[in-house]
């Protein structure tokens, strides 16, 4: 598709609002791999809106929606981590980047980035990171053309499997 001038021109990027949810939500359950991890009940809602609730409070972490008159149309989530590497620097770390399956292709992925990219950079984050599953080949193409290299292997360990835990325990505080 191409790119929409006036869909962009149009285009508000805003922090989310508890009302944006279940909209959040959809756009999750809208692609193939989100859909086996996030779907929207009434029983759920309730946890999803608490983890909202925290991320909002959190002053290093927030989510944003890029909306047009109609409405969301996508969204993201940016945390930023300060690291005791690199001189203590500052990292953007970029999650959960999701647009809607009809509106791909127009300009609103990039414009969100860009948007993240400058939150980073007014943070005073020395750098932008994000993880990307192996199977999104084309999300990785838009990376990349975005500036983004592929520097290192991510790696993920589910914890609310009983079979990962480990068993060895963490010294009290203050012991080596």
Same mark, same amino acid.
């Not at 996030?38 to 909306?67: C, K, N």
């Not at 020395?126 to 990307?132: E, I, K, N, P, Y």
């Given at each position: ?19 944006? !949810?279940? #909209? ?9 791999? $989100? ?7 009434? %029983? ?20 944003? !929606?890029?909306?047009? #008159? %109609?409405? =969301? ?9 300060? *690291?005791? #590497? *690199? ?6 770390? !970029?999650?959960? !980047? *999701?647009? =809607? ?7 609103? $992925? %990039? ?35 975005? $500036?983004?290299?592929?520097?290192? %292997? ?18 009290? =505080? $203050?012991?080596?």
């Amino acid at each position: 598709m191409r790119i929409s001038p006036e869909l962009i021109a149009s285009l508000v990027i805003r922090r989310a609002a508890r009302d944006d !949810v279940p #909209t959040i939500l959809g756009l999750y359950a809208d692609d193939p791999l $989100g859909s086996r991890r996030d779907s929207i009940s009434p %029983e759920s809602l309730a946890q999803y809106l608490a983890a909202f609730d925290e991320i909002d409070a959190d002053p290093r972490s927030a989510i944003y !929606v890029a909306a047009s #008159t %109609e409405r =969301a149309l996508g969204t993201f989530q940016i945390t930023f981590l300060r *690291h005791l #590497t *690199h001189g203590g620097s500052k990292i953007g770390q !970029v999650e959960a !980047v *999701h647009v =809607a399956p009809d509106y791909r292709s127009r300009g609103i $992925g %990039e414009a969100m980035m860009r948007f993240a990219i400058d939150l980073a950079r007014r943070g005073g984050c020395g750098r932008m990171q994000l993880t990307s599953n192996k199977r999104r080949t084309d999300a990785h193409r838009f990376y990349e053309r975005l $500036g983004f290299v592929a520097s290192h %292997e991510g790696m993920k360990l589910i914890l609310t499997d009983a079979s990962s835990l480990s068993t060895a325990r963490p010294s009290p =505080a $203050g012991q080596r």
